[in-house]
């Protein structure tokens, strides 16, 4: 029941990340799409359209990062990880895991011990503290920590997903691999 709640309320707070993104990408295409047609068909523009742009350019890179990374999506390189023993193949994926919560902590500590400089930094068009754009470093460092932390966890929990069994496989490389495999006799995971 527990457990139930808890991946409801993770899936709600993924949902919420991901309209986040269509916010962002919808407000680049309107300013951008908006600012050229008035630039070239009425010699005007709207003021705020770069720097709007670009700060919402910063959030949806990185709330992008978290949605996927909680899909498994970033570019990975496995071929020393297929080669290890499932016992290496684990330590190397909890060093992974834990050099990666390193870098968020490093990020999150770096944006808190900026707080007050962004506070009193405003943008030159908007005229907002930049801590504003910054702040989602905040939401991108904690919720990539969180993710990284469940995944250490669940490398050595009982009946954990093998870690040389690749997600970051795609279509080409995976058949490539079965036949490779298949040539030499071995079944691919």
């Known amino acids: 029941m ?22 962002c990408m919808t407000g680049m295409v309107v300013m951008v799409f908006g600012n050229v047609v008035l630039r070239y068909g009425f010699n005007s523009g709207i003021l705020i359209s ?27 390189m496995d071929t020393v990880i297929r080669m290890l023993p499932l016992a290496g193949a684990k330590i190397a994926k909890a060093i992974s895991d834990l050099l990666i919560i390193a870098g968020c902590i490093y990020l999150v500590s770096g944006t808190w011990q ?10 030159p068009v908007l005229a907002v503290p930049m801590e504003l754009v910054y702040s989602v470093a905040y ?51």
């Open 114 to 123: 900026q707080h007050d400089v962004n506070m009193d930094n405003l943008s």
């Open 2 to 23: 527990q457990s139930c709640l808890l991946a409801r309320i993770v899936d709600a707070y993924f949902r919420l990340l991901e309209f986040i993104l269509f916010l």
């Open 139 to 189: 939401i991108s460092g904690l919720s990539m920590m969180a993710i990284t932390a469940v995944s250490l966890v669940m490398t050595f929990l009982p009946g954990a997903p093998d870690p040389r069994q690749s997600t970051f496989v795609d279509a080409e490389e995976e058949a490539a691999l079965k036949s490779i495999d298949a040539a030499s006799g071995k079944s691919s995971p």
């Open 50 to 76: 770069e720097e709007l742009s670009r700060f919402l350019f910063v959030w949806m890179t990185f709330i992008g990062a978290v949605v996927v990374l909680r899909e498994h999506g970033h570019l990975g």
